[in-house]
């Protein structure tokens, strides 16, 4: 069974600085999906990045970007330019991509990530 | 174009009793994911749903059911209620065309007393 973890339960980071946050997962599959989701306070669930299993490139959106190591099993999320509005909890997330496995969303425990003026 | 909408927003009710959540998908999305997330955890998933049919179950007691209707809206029944039910109800949905991302909504917070 996949499995993911997020080994850092807190972080900070002051404003306008650069933050990464880890990820590892445990999987026997060559085709998957990777996301970093984020839950403000609100608790709503917002997707944050992407990447598939099969691209070698990192995926990158704005000021967020990862650092994907598919060998290592390591996702990483790096936060550029930290603005208050990042404060949240973020999740790291597998999916795969055999329809046997439903396509569910495998969670890690989340890091909550507090960004200080 | 709106998201993925969820109803109530929140819930009290006491144990034993049943309870009924909704979810109405984006437009042209045709699955339907729900997971429980306890305070504190990451979401745990329940129920997948594509084109009305159940397409994966979580590790859940028979007390969880869930259905899709024919405009790919779906409901979460959870019957007999226990104290430990007390959770955050996320829905998602996805299409297949968009990669199957799952996209959430705002959730609805049930607490049993």
């Known amino acids: 069974a996949q499995t993911v973890t997020q080994s850092q339960p807190e972080m900070s980071v002051q404003e306008a600085e650069t933050v990464t946050l880890s990820c590892t997962y445990d999987?026997?599959?060559?085709?998957?999906?990777l996301f970093w989701y984020k839950q403000p306070p609100s608790r709503q669930m917002i997707l944050v990045i992407r990447q598939e299993a099969y691209k070698q490139q990192n995926a990158t959106e704005n000021r967020f970007s990862v650092n994907f190591q598919k060998a290592a099993k390591s996702f990483s999320l790096k936060i550029s330019d930290s603005q208050l509005g990042d404060a949240a909890m973020y999740f790291c997330?597998?999916?795969?991509?055999?329809?046997?496995?439903?396509?569910?969303?495998?969670w890690g425990l989340g890091t909550s990530l507090a960004v200080n003026p | 174009d709106a998201g993925v909408t969820q109803s109530p927003t929140h819930l009290i009710k006491t144990r034993g009793q049943q309870v009924t959540l909704r979810c109405s998908p984006i437009?042209?999305?045709?699955?339907v994911s729900w997971y429980q997330q306890v305070l504190g955890q990451g979401p745990q998933f329940i129920f997948q749903?594509?084109?009305?049919?159940?397409?994966g179950r979580g590790n859940f007691p028979d007390r969880f059911s869930a259905r899709q209707f024919p405009n790919y809206s779906s409901e979460l029944n959870v019957n007999a209620l226990l104290l430990g039910d007390s959770a955050l109800y996320l829905c998602a949905s996805s299409s297949r065309t968009g990669g199957e991302t799952q996209y959430f909504g705002p959730g609805t917070r049930l607490l049993v007393l």
């Open positions: 997330a597998y999916r795969s991509s055999f329809a046997g496995n439903n396509r569910k969303l495998i």
């Open positions: 437009s042209g999305h045709k699955s």
């Open positions: 749903y594509y084109e009305k049919e159940e397409r």
């Open positions: 999987t026997s599959e060559s085709d998957y999906y």
